[in-house]
Every structure is written in C-alpha cells, then in structure tokens.
C-alpha cells in the first residue's frame, strides 16, 4: 500500500505543521495548542504552525515545567530573552563597525 505523506509550505518557502503534528511533537494536545494560539502565545498562518512556533511551545511548556510560570510569564521571558539576543547582535555589529 502506498502512503502519500503531505508537505505544506508558505508562501515563503517555510515548511507548515498542522496542529494536530505540533501536539505530538511536543507531547501536548491539539487544545493546548490551539489555547496558546488563541492567546497570542503563537501565530499560526490559518490552521498550520510554523517550525518556529512549534519550538517556542516546546520552549513555554518547558519553562512552565522547571520554573513553575505561568503562560504569560513563560511567553514574556521568551520575548526579553530575544529581544536581548537582538540588542547583543547589535551590539557587536557596532563594536565591528567603530573597529574599521
């Protein structure tokens, strides 16, 4: 018998995961899933998650986990730690401009 596996894509060219694939990824379900959506804790395109967003749930859960914080907490320490990723690679791009 043969199974025809079934590859979404976005516009961009980035693989798309549907939710039901995301909460067997992540050990969860789809309704954790779909609450982390509906709170704005990812954006998915439509009904389909992209690699990033499947990550930062598996980031939430973890820090929900080790350091007992709730969504909110859990998403917002997820958006300082970027936020100062981007200011160190700043930063740096700085630090190389004044050195030439």
Do not use: H, W, Y
């Amino acid at each position: 018998m043969n199974q025809i596996s079934r590859f979404v894509v976005s516009v961009d060219g980035e693989d798309l995961i549907s939710f039901e694939q995301a909460a067997t990824i992540t050990q969860t379900s789809v309704t954790v899933i779909e609450r982390f959506s509906s709170l704005g804790l990812i954006e998915p395109e439509g009904v389909m998650l992209r690699p990033q967003d499947v990550t930062r749930i598996m980031q939430i859960i973890r820090l929900r986990q080790d350091l007992g914080l709730n969504l909110i907490g859990a998403s917002m320490v997820l958006e300082m730690a970027q936020e100062i990723a981007q200011l160190k690679s700043q930063v740096e791009a700085l630090r190389k401009n004044s050195e030439q």
